[in-house]
């Protein structure tokens, strides 16, 4: 019986998987046009699933060596001998079980070779008349990443020089990591193992300049996750609408591969076979809930860089617009892990569960560090009746609480953290039953849209900063706008007004407008 995966390979006889049959043909194509190309993809992403595929797709027309860095010791990047014959044994454990002749294998193995002019001679002998694939996955898991630049530098020698025969070598060459092998010098400067001359150097003369731009889409779209909820509708017959519970899963994954099948697994092994919309929300507060390797990743990497915690931080909470510029370092480095992308040519979090986490954990962190400005004398039970979230009443205690708390001293920073102190207000009062996420392509320094999810209810709340008349009934339209993509008829509009000899006191009540139903709160 298939099962849902999240750990290791996934294997079609044993898993539930996504279509990728169009991905695979994608980079099939770039094997036959001779090209050499990384498939660097943030963690968790199916590299190596979509490895496995593609060498599967190969193998009756090509001699695949798919091999791994992955727990390789520090021994193995000493030397160029050292590295020479690992990479050799790793090439011949990788076609043990293949068709390959037994001793065109044990030729792979030459104890002679020490330096990386005898490697490449070598791969012209094991090339010549052969069309041999090299993919070599966890490329970035290096010990010593100079030795590998000389390997690199080697390779890209041999393609350069391969239309001759006395350079025949590799068909095809991958590599795949979450690193782009472009930028493998920046891993080794924050590594601390190599030290340029030029801090520039790091983004000149790259050993994989020949290598084309791998343009797969990795992530799953709402068809190809259908794909896997067809296989499993037909062993389980649930009565899913399959179509409508894919789209759901994109909407809060974008189609990030761990993320589909985590939500997967939760609704098939943890929530009873709920496959329904409520379902795949209460996998999405299961997988908010969790510690998962992902997760982990994720805040390691906030926590090592301090410019990417500040740069998201500025997104995600304060609203700042920041134009997508991929050739930018910072930006680069949020895409490469996974955590940003271009929405509108603005930056954005990649998807919905990756917002819901980082806005959690920036928000914690910052409301640590004034706690003398967080509002906490509301307790859940007191907005939550018989499992109901009462976001009027939520509202209303927030409104007067924060009144109590503002200091004119403290003006500016109530200007600036007003929306903190919000979200710090929220999260322990629907923690555990509910989440919520910001919607960062909707937010920046005027507006910032807060989707509420508790039980089988939703909220749509919209914070903003008062910028007078005119722009209040603008808010109201943007709601609207809001509410009509969620198709409900009713949403929270919460205005910060910071003009000077304003008078402090809230102002909280119902506004009906084109026939919706709008709670209003200025504070």
């Not at 350069?160 to 006395?166: F, K, M, S, V």
């Not at 791998?214 to 179509?243: C, R, W």
């Not at 992308?341 to 990649?350: E, P």
């Not at 209810?457 to 943007?478: N, R, S, T, V």
Request: glycine letters at 6%; proline letters at 2%; one cysteine or more.
């Amino acid at each position: 019986m298939h099962r849902f995966n999240v750990t290791g390979l996934c294997v079609p006889e044993k898993h539930y998987m996504a279509d990728m049959s169009f991905k695979i043909a994608q980079m099939r194509q770039l094997v036959e046009n001779r090209s050499y190309f990384t498939i660097n993809r943030a963690r968790q992403y199916g590299k190596t699933t979509a490895l496995a595929c593609l060498k599967k797709r190969l193998k009756d027309e090509f001699i695949v060596i798919l091999t791994s860095f992955e727990g390789l010791g520090n021994e193995s990047f000493e030397s160029p001998a050292a590295f020479c014959q690992t990479f050799m044994e790793l090439i011949k454990d990788a076609l043990e079980f293949t068709d390959v002749p037994d001793a065109y294998k044990e030729n792979w193995l030459d104890n002679g070779i020490t330096t990386f002019s005898g490697l490449s001679k070598h791969i012209t002998k094991m090339c010549t008349g052969k069309k041999v694939v090299l993919m070599i996955d966890e490329v970035d898991k290096t010990s010593n990443n100079e030795i590998f630049l000389h390997f690199l530098g080697m390779l890209r020698n041999k393609f350069l020089a391969r239309e001759d025969a006395q350079h025949d070598t590799f068909h095809s060459v991958i590599l795949a990591g979450v690193y782009d092998i472009k930028n493998i010098k920046l891993k080794m400067i924050n590594e601390g193992v190599y030290q340029p001359a030029f801090r520039e150097d790091k983004f000149l003369n790259s050993p994989w300049n020949i290598a084309v731009n791998f343009k797969v889409d990795m992530s799953f779209n709402p068809t190809e996750i259908a794909v896997m909820l067809t296989m499993y509708e037909s062993d389980h017959q649930t009565g899913m609408d399959i179509m409508g519970i894919a789209e759901e899963i994109y909407i809060y994954t974008s189609g990030y591969p761990f993320l589909v099948s985590r939500i997967c697994q939760c609704l098939d092994e943890e929530l009873g076979k709920n496959w329904t919309l409520d379902g795949v929300q209460e996998a999405v507060k299961i997988i908010l809930d969790e510690q998962n390797t992902l997760f982990d990743d994720i805040f390691k990497n906030l926590e090592s860089y301090t410019d990417l915690y500040d740069l998201i931080y500025s997104v995600l909470i304060m609203g700042e617009q920041i134009d997508f510029v991929i050739h930018d370092p910072l930006i680069q480095r949020g895409a490469m892990f996974g955590f940003l992308k271009s929405s509108n040519r603005k930056v954005a979090i990649d998807n919905k569960i990756f917002e819901a986490a980082m806005s959690s954990y920036l928000i914690s962190k910052e409301a640590r560090r004034n706690p003398d400005k967080r509002i906490t004398s509301v307790l859940p039970y007191d907005v939550v009746q018989n499992g109901k979230f009462n976001m009027e009443l939520c509202l209303r205690k927030f409104a007067e609480h924060y009144a109590e708390l503002f200091s004119e001293h403290d003006q500016k920073f109530f200007e600036s953290h007003g929306r903190l102190l919000f979200l710090s207000y929220l999260k322990p009062l629907i923690n555990g039953q509910g989440f919520y996420h910001i919607e960062s392509q909707f937010t920046d320094l005027r507006r910032m849209d807060i989707v509420v999810d508790f039980g089988q209810e939703q909220f749509i709340i919209e914070l903003k900063l008062w910028h007078g008349e005119k722009y209040k009934q603008e808010a109201y339209q943007q709601l609207l706008g809001y509410m009509a993509s969620k198709n409900t008829c009713t949403g929270y509009l919460l205005t910060f007004d910071f003009r000077k000899g304003h008078n402090k006191q809230p102002s909280v009540g119902w506004v009906d407008f084109e026939g919706k139903r709008i709670f209003d709160v200025v504070v």
